[in-house]
């Protein structure tokens, strides 16, 4: 049972490079999301998603990039990496917005840009 | 947008005590539903209690309890009977079409 699985768990980029995060979910869930998490950090909404084809931002856009061309896939793009984009990256998803449906997330993908 | 506040960086209890972590909210939305997750030091995720909006009674799992008190707009969790592996950060979360955490409360217990 795969359940959310992000790619890559650690990744170290150089300022300005580009990179995906990639996020698929086998739960047939509407609803995928991006979260970051800075050290000792709550997290923060980057962008989510209700459908595909359907993309919303969320608290903390900016540097970032999202699709959701299938049900399945929600990846996240950075563009210009930059060190404030230094964080832990969950990828999540939920099914309807029916109320009581718990979100569930990936493991978490590392990332430092030096 | 809902928001959510968590007032307490860190607490500490002694095991087999109970511990009450705060949480308050703030949405116009009528509905909605209320979080706890629980983020060991290994960094997952994990989901502990859901409360609905409209739900009468407090949500209840195992040693886990949400006192909701909605017109204070609060939604603490209650662990009962702390053992050692509860130490971890903890999160409360509002959803309402997308999810908000708080800040969250690392939580040690004592032995």
């Given at each position: 049972n795969a359940g959310v699985t992000q790619t890559p768990k650690f990744r170290i980029l150089k300022i300005g490079q580009?990179?995906?995060?990639?996020?698929?979910?086998?739960?047939?869930?509407?609803?995928?999301?991006?979260?970051?998490?800075d050290p000792g950090m709550g997290l923060k909404l980057i962008?989510?998603?209700?459908?595909?084809?359907?993309?919303?931002?969320?608290?903390?856009?900016?540097?970032?990039?999202v699709s959701r061309s299938t049900t399945e896939d929600f990846p996240l793009r950075l563009e210009l990496a930059a060190p404030s984009q230094t964080s832990v990256y969950f990828c999540?998803?939920?099914?309807?917005?029916?109320?009581?449906?718990?979100?569930?997330?990936?493991?978490?993908?590392w990332l430092t840009v030096v | 947008a809902q928001k959510i506040t968590q007032t307490q960086p860190g607490m500490f209890v002694q095991e087999k005590e109970a511990v009450t972590l705060d949480c308050t909210y703030d949405t116009s939305d009528p509905s909605y539903g209320l979080f706890w997750y629980k983020q060991p030091s290994s960094g997952e995720m994990i989901f502990l209690i859901y409360q609905g909006s409209y739900d009468?009674?407090?949500?209840?799992?195992?040693?886990?309890s949400l006192n909701f008190q909605k017109a204070r707009k609060s939604a603490n969790l209650v662990i009962s009977a702390?053992?050692?592996g509860d130490s971890a950060m903890y999160f409360c979360a509002i959803w309402n079409n997308d999810m908000r955490f708080g800040a969250g409360t690392r939580l040690t217990v004592k032995p």
């Open positions: 580009s990179m995906t995060l990639q996020c698929t979910q086998d739960m047939n869930h509407n609803y995928m999301y991006w979260y970051r998490q962008y989510y998603s209700v459908g595909a084809g359907i993309t919303d931002k969320g608290e903390v856009p900016n540097g970032y990039n999540a998803s939920s099914s309807t917005r029916v109320l009581g449906n718990t979100i569930y997330f990936g493991e978490g993908s | 009468q009674q407090n949500a209840t799992e195992g040693r886990y702390s053992q050692l």
